[in-house]
């Protein structure tokens, strides 16, 4: 909103100095323009419900009709949590990466006592209740997508059956690719790194995975495995001489081979598929040839970072190769690092989870709050829509009215749209 400060003469201020005639409007100017800050507002909602009685009913009877006025469905019975409080809770710790702790004192600052764990609560439930519908949704979308990105990444759970606090756990994502549909990230928490988890979860789906060169995606049947080209890049990058020269070493050759499959890829990145696909095969395909010419040629001291730059190519050297076959497909896995990385930034205010279900709990508000931000959404807005409108919708008998509710719905409210970055 925009508040315009009128700068005006005062009445005995219209005289002109000069002849002591009266002074008219001329026209006005934009000096300037500031940005005021509004300290956020704290306010208890007190629903107070009027009840109706039928007199003659009573008369002719001797029994009341009683009517009672509805009343909005709470996000979270029995509780102080209103659609707009849980989002606010939701978005200061997934968006702008606000431990508990935090927010539990910036909530007494604004004379609200809430602990901590009440705040985790409102969150577990929440989501449970709320965004695990949107949540399966979603990957039924996902899933239906020719080409799904996929990685994993650490996270500790202090409280989990069978495990010491100190063990590693491991947060999930897979996404849609840039095929041209409204894109969907997921995360998902799994107590271990096994490939069996990804296979679980891409049950169904017979597309082109996207992933790093970790074998436990080869699990998944059904898929084609893309490589990625930037863990190649990356590996040829570490294996640098740190002094001297680098420029003539076999590392900055590699290096430069994935830097020209990169500005290729730049050129063709506004195509469509079917032309990227042909492009690349006049453009990409001989430098891949030469570079596999090249690295045969070359013989690195076994266990040295060039020696796993070498053996990551060869091993990877199929998968490496799918994004000639499919203009949909992406020569690295970028998209997948990029999407999990809002967690991994996360996880370094609030560092761990408390319980399993605090982690899954955190692996649906991510999949909601990224997957909105993906598709243009105020983060806030939408939460509370969701928040506001899902506890007095009849989901559960009737799926279909979740469509309307997710990040690419066209029937979601405007002000849930965002035109300015977050």
């Known amino acids: 909103p925009v508040e315009e400060i009128l700068c005006e003469l005062e009445e005995e201020e219209l005289e002109c100095k000069t002849c002591g005639s009266s002074l008219r409007p001329l026209g006005k100017e934009t000096v300037r323009e500031e940005i005021e800050f509004i300290p956020a507002q704290v306010r208890l909602l007190r629903y107070v419900r009027f009840s109706y009685v039928c007199e003659n009913c009573e008369k002719e ?23 707009s409080s849980v989002a606010h809770v939701m978005y200061q710790k997934y968006v702008n990466g606000m431990p508990l702790y935090r927010q539990e004192k910036d909530w007494a600052n604004q004379g609200v006592t ?3 764990a009440t705040l ?11 965004l695990l519908p ?15 990105h996929a990685d994993e990444t650490v996270i500790q759970v202090l409280k989990e059956e069978g495990k010491k606090p100190s063990s590693e756990s491991r947060m999930w994502v897979y996404c849609s690719g840039n095929t041209g549909s409204s894109p969907v990230i997921l995360y998902e928490y799994q107590p271990t790194r096994s490939g069996e988890h990804a296979r679980r979860f891409l049950a169904g789906f017979k597309g082109y995975l996207q992933t790093d060169g970790y074998n436990g995606y080869n699990k998944v049947p059904d898929v084609t495995r893309c490589g990625c080209w930037a863990h190649v890049r990356r590996k ?37 598929p079917e032309e990227r696909k042909k492009k690349r095969q006049e453009l990409s395909k001989p430098v891949l040839e030469a570079y596999w010419s090249w ?35 992406e020569i690295s896995n970028n998209r997948a690092e990029n999407a999990i990385r809002p967690f991994v930034m996360g996880r370094k205010a609030w ?8 982690a899954m709990a955190s692996a649906i508000v991510y999949s909601i709050v990224e997957t909105a931000k993906a598709n243009n959404l105020n983060v806030y807005h939408y939460l509370t829509h969701i ?3 899902m506890p007095a919708m009849d989901f559960r008998s009737n799926p279909s009215l979740l469509q309307d509710l997710l990040p690419w719905s066209s029937k979601l409210p405007e002000d849930c749209r965002n035109n300015k970055s977050q």
């Not at 994935?258 to 050129?267: G, K, M, P, Y």
Request: with cysteine.
């Open 61 to 83: 009877t001797g029994e009341a009709t009683i009517v009672k006025a509805p009343t909005p469905a709470p996000v979270i019975k029995k509780s102080l949590a209103s659609p």
């Open 114 to 116: 809430l602990s901590r």
């Open 120 to 130: 985790a609560n409102w969150i577990i439930r929440s989501a449970q209740d709320w």
């Open 134 to 148: 949107l949540w399966e949704e979603m990957k039924s979308y996902l899933l239906k997508q020719p080409v799904i």
């Open 236 to 272: 040829f990058e570490e294996a640098m001489p740190r002094t001297g020269d680098k420029s003539g070493s076999s590392a900055a050759i590699g290096f430069d081979y994935c830097n020209q499959l990169f500005a290729i890829e730049e050129q063709l990145k506004d195509l469509p």
């Open 295 to 329: 690295i045969k040629t070359i013989n690195p001291l076994q266990g040295s970072k060039l020696g796993e730059a070498v053996e990551y190519s060869f091993h990877q050297r199929d998968a490496l190769h799918t994004f000639l076959k499919d203009g949909r497909i």
């Open 351 to 358: 560092l761990f989870a408390d319980t399993k279900k605090g």
């Open 387 to 389: 928040f506001r409108t």
